[in-house]
């Protein structure tokens, strides 16, 4: 339990209360260090907290098997690691976040530190990042995809970017991935595919290449506006919001090198399908999605589903 209190003469004091599991005076000790080096941080005033019987005596059996089990499992497997540690946060999950609108207030619980390896702090924030599939609000049907193609999958990829912030730590991992490839640029194709290179591009202090659709060229073609350099030798990332079948990717590595620019690495937000499983493979780059979905396209005259009668779905967005 915490408290923010602020008393008469305007000091600002924080009451936190818990039973002392021995875990105390490491917590006391973390956090009177980060607040001797100037983190903006809580002094802490005492060790001594009274217990708190109605939070140990909960019953822990509520707990599903497998959320025990694959703590354990990645406990374990964090533990074999060998890595160096890093002090980080460790209690980084959404009911110890205020928020004012969409801007952080106060983070609770602020002596939850770790001596861990840097991929346990990193998953806790990981796992209250909003998952892609969830921001793209999938709905599951029998779609008329307007490509030619039926698919039994819709997704709403403008609202992908409706939250930018909610995309900030995809948009880091992704940077990661794709930044160990030595790159000078990222090209995404115009909307999602561009909005997404340049979040990266950002990251990596890298150049933004957006790749514009060119009607005149089949099937689907890009064209890259003239920048102020040449391109040529450039190693370039190129990013999409989804991938399918892959088009607009094979377009702009295509448009890419038909500039001197050498293609090194694909992203993508969504992976769909098993046809975008093989993107990577047909273009010989590696591909990065944050995130695979099941589903399945086939040409509209030859759609299962319309065989079986199904009726087209009408997408609810
Ligand atoms: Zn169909």
Request: proline letters at 8%; glycine letters at 8%.
């Amino acid at each position: 339990m915490v408290f923010g209190l602020r008393l008469t003469g305007d000091t600002d004091v924080v009451v936190k209360a818990r039973a002392d599991d021995g875990r105390a005076v490491s917590c006391v000790a973390a956090q009177a260090q980060l607040a001797k080096r100037g983190f903006p941080c809580a002094r802490p005033d005492s060790a001594v907290w009274p217990a708190i019987d109605f939070l140990d005596n909960r019953d822990q059996a509520v707990v599903p098997a497998y959320v025990v089990e694959t703590a354990e499992r990645t406990r374990r497997r964090i533990r074999a690691a060998g890595l160096q540690c890093v002090l980080g946060r460790a209690d980084f999950d959404a009911q110890n976040l205020r928020w004012h609108g969409r801007e952080v207030w106060a983070v609770h619980d602020g002596d939850s530190l770790a001596w861990q390896p840097e991929a346990a702090p990193d998953a806790t924030i990981d796992a209250m990042a909003t998952g892609i599939a969830v921001l793209a609000r999938p709905q599951p049907g029998h779609f008329d995809l307007a490509t030619g193609y039926h698919g039994d999958l819709w997704l709403d990829l403008n609202a992908l970017f409706l939250r930018p912030a909610l995309l900030r730590p995809h948009v880091r991992w992704l940077a990661g991935q794709l930044g160990a490839h030595d790159i000078d640029a990222v090209c995404g194709p115009l909307d999602g595919g561009a909005f997404l290179a340049q979040a990266v591009a950002d990251v990596l202090d890298a150049a933004f290449l957006p790749a514009y659709r060119d009607p005149a060229k089949k099937p689907a073609g890009y064209h890259l506006p003239p920048v102020t350099e040449s391109i040529s030798g450039w190693r370039v990332a190129v990013t999409d919001d989804a991938v399918n079948a892959g088009t607009a990717v094979r377009a702009c590595a295509a448009e890419l090198r038909s500039q001197a620019a050498q293609p090194v690495a694909v992203g993508a937000l969504l992976a769909l399908g098993p046809a975008a499983l093989n993107v990577g493979v047909d273009l010989s780059l590696p591909f990065y999605p944050v995130e695979t979905m099941t589903s399945q396209v086939w040409p509209a005259d030859n759609c299962p589903l319309c065989a079986e009668g199904t009726p087209v779905t009408r997408p609810s967005f």
